[in-house]
């Protein structure tokens, strides 16, 4: 059973547009909410990441906006650049039990 | 943060051979993990490692196969012990530092023909 569900599975965006990605959940134990920017050929980097007591949390052009009644959390990004063209995975987690989504493949293009 | 370093960064593997990769973190932490990330895949949890004890094993994992030593704080090895095919894989360990908060390390790309 997929514990945290991501769509879509791949987004194309132009340059200077904003990303979303959404997850849900089902487990209210959850506690922690990070997302994830993998590289082809890195390990996923720690991008930014939100617990349930916030609705959003912003950093640079990355935003974390989360719906506890709705156990959704999405990841948008703002003025998409080609640079931000990886894997983005989302993450739900309760004390040291972490679980993925699925993954999107982002491509921005020029 | 921390910063985490693997050993190898990739490697080419003959069917019924064992591959150790190594995993050193900057800094002493707990908890470390180890996972399987197949290409295009999600990452899947193989095993945590506390050092002092054995490893936990996720289903479908199991320690004669995925043999897991953590002998100090910064350190932990990981070996797929008779491999096959269908072991070739992206194999990532994590540490948790800050409460929740798991960082990456590289990653060791792993050909099995």
């Known amino acids: 059973q997929q514990q945290v569900k991501q769509s879509p599975q791949s987004l194309i965006v132009q340059k200077g547009g904003i990303s979303i990605i959404n997850c849900a959940y089902e487990n209210t134990a959850f506690d922690y909410f990070p997302w994830y920017q993998q590289f082809p050929g890195k390990g996923p980097a720690l991008l930014i990441a939100?617990?349930?007591?916030?609705s959003e949390k912003k950093e640079g052009r990355f935003t974390i906006s989360f719906n506890k009644s709705a156990k959704q959390f999405s990841l948008h990004i703002m003025d998409s650049q080609p640079g931000d063209s990886a894997t983005y995975f989302c993450a739900a987690s309760t004390g040291n039990q972490f679980y993925f989504g699925t993954g999107t493949s982002l491509t921005v293009i020029p | 943060s921390a910063v985490i370093s693997q050993k190898p960064s990739r490697d080419i593997c003959q069917r019924g051979t064992s591959l150790t990769i190594q995993c050193q973190v900057d800094s002493q932490v707990t908890m470390m993990f180890w996972y399987r990330q197949q290409p295009g895949q999600s990452l899947t949890l193989i095993a945590t490692?506390?050092?002092?004890?054995?490893?936990?094993?996720e289903s479908g994992f199991v320690i004669d196969k995925f043999p897991i030593s953590r002998p100090n704080l910064t350190f932990s090895t990981l070996t797929v012990s008779n491999m096959s095919p269908e072991d070739s894989s992206i194999y990532l360990c994590?540490?948790?530092?800050?409460?929740?908060?798991?960082?990456f390390g590289p990653g060791t790309r792993l050909t099995v023909l």
């Open positions: 994590s540490v948790e530092k800050n409460t929740d908060t798991q960082y």
């Open positions: 490692a506390n050092q002092g004890s054995e490893a936990t094993y």
């Open positions: 939100i617990r349930p007591d916030v």
